[in-house]
């Protein structure tokens, strides 16, 4: 009996791995890839590194911390003002304020001189923990795994990608990867307009376009303009690529994605990163705008006409079909002048709206040896496409929504996603959805509905004693990836994502009797992921139902930024108890 157990608390274990991994196609993975890529993107691997390369780490990560303090003592004692978008005035001061480039060459003044002998104090004793310490760092990838990854460096047969809506990790064959890209590449919002070896000559074009938008008779810094058009320190083309949709796959080529370009490095980042800055207060302010879950089922719990539910009253989501390939330019560009028209003068709207107009149409992507241009469509990956999607759907639905208001409780939208509290009839709900298709001819819309419960971001939203209710919610095909145990992350850090996503689970359940089963489940999850019981413990020993109000609460923004001594994180590291240091010098 005592070998059938362990027996099948290994097969237990090997099924969990396995189930953590979406294979798509006939991909051969043995037992150790399947286990490696289980581990998750999150995953910290730790080296043992020898003493002069720690001590060398430790040495850069106090240079940097001392230029912080002495930047922080030379330009305002660190004190920022808070980014403001209340007038042309205000928005023009706080761009020319936060929009500086930074200068790495740049030698601060020393700090006063009491700082300055705390900082060499410090830095001391840190030098003469790291001489006489005896604590060796050990790898925590056992060396099975350690094989595996090579072998998976190695394979060309295979592609490796996050899985659409954080389901995990995906593994397509290479074939079929390369034709669910071209799916996208091959339509009509993609042209091909040159060669990667030409990758200079577009970025050039890009930072030139930039250039031709002048901030004309605004008193905006001319640093914030050269910050533009610079773009990032090492500027390239986005790299195209496409997360596969684990939830809607079925075995065949091409498998349904969602295609993405990661914008980080592109040269009108800095000034997609301004429009975002300028936009989110302002999508903040609109009203049917639903900034996150939290904020939601704070409307559901306090809206007055959410106060009584009838047995009739309908729940109903509406979803945008492949929302941001199907935004016309044009359209976007209109609906975010006319938002931004109300704020600000037209000096101001011109500026703002011809870097929008650069970032759009100068949208370019990489992929193989081609260099593609999007024709339509909100590129995916910029800083600015959330809040861009957010004023479209709500100009293209205002006036059925206007037309229909009678039949409305509350309707609220999260980018492409929309819930409603419908008091009309089944067939009205119906011509409701066919009106809001009929809006735009790109733009369709699905719903789903029900008199008893219905799913809307990561909460089930249900009627309970007249009123709504809601409690956790989590797909089918969720992996539930935690960062393993044994990752390279500070202990702290491991256990406050396990109290916040106690939080989260609390914060998510109208009933307390929802919120101890997910919770509980939520412990067995992290069990499976190698968590000692203790440390759980200690992570929910402060989570409670009865502070569920208290878990609503946003914490404030700090006006004065912290100051990181950041340190390459492992067992050599950790025992010389930086930390305590800095706190005693504090």
Known sequence: LLKLYFLQRQLLAQADVIGKVHVIGNVPLSYTEHELLSLGPRFIPARAPKYAPLHKCVQTSLNRFTRSVRLTYQ??????????????????????????????????????????????ALRRQVEHRLLYSTSRSYSNIPRRLQAAITKLRQRTDIIIRPADKNLGVAVVPAQWYHDAVLLHLQSPAYKIVGHIDSAQVWIKHMSKQLAMCPPSSLSIHRGVMSNIIQGPRDPSIPRFYVMPKIHKISDASPFESRPIASNHSSPVSVAAKILSAVLQPLVAQMTWVIKDTMSFISTLESHPQLQHITDTDILATVDVVSLYPSMPIHLTLKYTRDLLSKHFNHDMV?????????????SYVTYGDHIYQQLKGVPMGLSCCTQLANIFVQRVTEPTVTKWHHCIKYIGGYIDDGWVCWQGTQEQLGNFVADLNCAHPDIKFTHTSSTKAVVFLDVNVFKHEHKLAVSPYTKPMNAFAYIPAFSAHPPHCLRSFIRAEAIRLVRN????????????????????????????????????????????????QRRTPIL???????????????HGLVKQKA
Do not use: M
């Open 350 to 362: 011109k500026w703002l709206i011809d870097l929008l107009t650069v970032v759009l149409e100068c």
């Open 564 to 578: 990181p001594l950041i340190l390459p994180f492992n067992h050599a590291v950790a025992a010389l108890n930086v």
């Open 509 to 556: 359940s109208s009933i307390g009797s929802d919120a101890s089963k997910a919770v509980q489940a939520l412990i067995r999850r992290l069990r499976d992921r190698g968590y000692h019981t203790q440390l759980i413990q200690r992570a929910l020993s402060t989570v409670h139902y009865s502070h569920r109000q208290r878990y609503f609460q946003r914490t404030p």
């Open 75 to 120: 330009f305002q004692g660190g004190e920022r003002e808070p980014f403001s978008v209340e007038s042309t005035k205000a928005l023009a001061d706080s761009l020319s304020t936060w929009w500086r480039k930074p200068n790495p060459g740049f030698t601060p003044e020393k700090a006063p001189q009491a700082i300055e002998l705390k900082l060499l």
